[in-house]
């Protein structure tokens, strides 16, 4: 019998690990990314609870770990920048935490080993019936799958196709927020600063590089439509929410014009009264996004793929059973996650 396939859209965390257990169960895979290429970017990733079971029996959790951050923890200050308070490094770090870019390396190789990786290429369109997915590409031939998986966060192509417009599964939690690297003003060596004020916080952390810091620039709003802006005026929005901002503020608001890694992004959250539809399912941000604000993001991704591939090859060609065994396993789970995430909003400005 020939072997099931399966076309994974979205090649962050969710989907490299999907396609990872997938093959090991069996399955053919594919994994479309829209990205020209490997993405050299991103902040630290951490892991907590049992995502540290996936990783060892993917059999890259001690490699994982040699890239551990090893941050020492986080200084709390006020406006002026005089030490308030102090959190633990797991606070932020969780039980282990690495820089994303590193581990989306390793994902990738570990991926590359077992399935097909298709960059710069997107699902155009998708059309079910009894016997498969068939999917159109932007660039690509139309190929026919037994499955499509949609593994590409919150702004999911694949959600948007088979489920509806994004405006009825994303919901803003009252976050927006600007990252970007810089050079290591503060001297931080491992360690974080946060500096909450109302309506507005700034955390920075140097971890991989001692002569570099990373920024988080967040602050309240009522809409996340200020991701769709373009930089320049993404750039203008931080300007105005940190005006009149002492300590290192001003010296970090030049430094955000010169950044060439600047990226901006909403807190937001993914609620869908369905993972699945028809021969489509979601996994990881494009399913139950808990925010970043939650720090189980990629906890939920490994988690979430790993269950999916185990329903799957369990069912026995019953998809539909698969996939509701999946939801009902993992929803509560993600559910306390998302409230987690709503409430440390507040934490960061919103």
């Not at 986080?74 to 308030?84: C, K, L, N, Y």
């Not at 060609?317 to 929803?331: K, M, P, Q, S």
Request: aromatic share 10%; net charge negative.
């Amino acid at each position: 019998m020939a072997k099931q396939r399966v076309l994974i859209s979205g090649a962050s965390v969710a989907g490299p690990t999907l396609a990872y257990w997938l093959h090991r169960q069996g399955y053919d895979v594919t994994l479309v990314e829209r990205a020209p290429a490997l993405r050299d970017s991103g902040y630290a990733v951490d892991f907590r609870g049992e995502a540290f079971d996936v990783l060892e029996q993917m059999g890259i959790l001690g490699e994982v770990r040699g890239h551990d951050t090893q941050m020492k923890g986080t200084s709390i200050v006020d406006g002026d920048g005089q030490q308030t308070g102090e959190l633990p490094a797991e606070a932020f770090a969780g039980g282990l935490e690495v820089l994303k870019r590193e581990f989306t390396a390793i994902l990738h190789r570990v991926a590359g080993e077992v399935a097909e990786i298709v960059f710069d290429d997107s699902i155009a369109s998708l059309e079910q019936d009894d016997s498969g997915v068939r999917v159109t590409f932007e660039r690509g031939a139309e190929r026919v799958f037994d499955y499509v998986v949609g593994a590409d966060g919150v702004y999911s192509n694949v959600r948007k196709l088979a489920f509806g417009p994004h405006q009825d599964y994303v919901h803003h939690l009252g976050m927006s927020g600007a990252g970007f690297s810089t050079s290591n003003h503060l001297g931080l060596d491992h360690r974080g600063v946060l500096c909450s004020t109302p309506g507005r916080a700034v955390y920075l952390f140097s971890a991989g590089d001692a002569d570099r810091m990373t920024v988080s620039l967040s602050f309240g709003t009522d809409t996340a439509e200020i991701d769709r802006f373009d930089a320049a005026r993404q750039q203008e929005i931080v300007h105005e929410h940190f005006a009149g901002a002492e300590w290192i503020v001003p010296q970090l608001l030049d430094d955000m014009a010169m950044a060439d890694d600047f990226y901006f992004a909403s807190a937001c959250q993914v609620e869908a009264a369905s993972w699945s539809s028809g021969r489509v399912v979601l996994v990881g941000d494009a399913g139950y996004c808990a925010a970043p604000t939650s720090g189980m993001g990629t906890s939920q991704a490994l988690i979430g793929a790993r269950l999916l591939a185990n329903r799957l090859a369990e069912a026995d060609g019953d998809y539909a059973a698969a996939f509701a065994a999946y939801e009902r396993e993992l929803r509560p789970y993600t559910a306390e996650n998302q409230a987690h995430g709503r409430e440390a909003v507040k934490m960061f400005g919103g």
